[in-house]
């Protein structure tokens, strides 16, 4: 009799493990899915303009963001742009080599009366944790990192950018490193997806 009960409970565990891998015949699940960016709704233009009768510095780039977005109702701006440190779970599945380290300080420069322009994916950007599963498996002994970027498509309606500036800029060393004086920050708003090119003033 006891033997009959085990061989029941071993017939049930099997018949649900069967039933979380999707049955016979059916799709593997793909783990890694949920964590790819998803659609954007379009790109945005995004032209700073200086209006100042001298130059302003900002970032390159490079290891710092140039802007940030804030979708309408939200006081923090958010990561809408990626750096080179920034590898997004999509690139992460096929990277064999990953970036650890960036120490770009430089500055770009704006002169009076020209423009500097940007462009927006129209993604805003999460840190998430992707099954280790998941990345490229090229060189099993390449450091991972241990999360990726995760793009989220915005909503449609009026978002906000804010753009870090520099009124200085002091010079380190010989190679180039910097480091910005007076900091201060232009914002603009927009309605999106409806504008695809949004300009914004550096005032005098």
């Known amino acids: ?6 061989m029941f409970v071993f017939v049930g565990i099997a018949a649900a493990l069967a039933g979380c891998s999707g049955g016979e015949g059916s799709e593997p699940v793909d783990v890694c899915a949920p964590f790819m960016s998803e659609a954007s709704a379009g790109e945005v233009e995004i032209v700073v303009r200086n209006d100042r009768p001298q130059p302003v ?36 599945r096929t990277l064999e080599g990953f970036p650890l380290d960036c120490f770009d300080s430089a500055l770009s420069s704006i002169a009076s009366g020209a423009t500097q322009t940007f462009r927006w994916s129209g993604l805003l950007y999460e840190r998430v944790e992707m099954p ?38 002091k010079q380190n060393c010989e190679d180039g490193c910097q480091t910005g004086l007076d900091p201060f920050e232009v914002k603009g708003t927009f309605s999106y997806p409806d504008a695809t090119t949004v300009t914004i003033p550096v005032p005098p």
């Open 57 to 92: 510095y900002l970032r390159n780039g490079t290891c710092d963001a140039q802007f940030q977005i804030a979708p309408h109702g939200e006081e923090t701006p958010r990561r809408a742009e990626l750096t080179v440190l920034d590898v997004t779970c999509d690139a992460a």
């Open 132 to 169: 280790a599963s998941c990345y490229a498996k090229a060189d099993p002994a390449a450091i991972k990192p241990s999360t990726c970027s995760q793009g989220f498509a915005v909503a449609p309606g009026m978002v906000e950018v804010t753009v870090p500036l520099y009124a200085n800029v």
């Open 1 to 6: 009799m006891i033997k009959t009960r085990w």
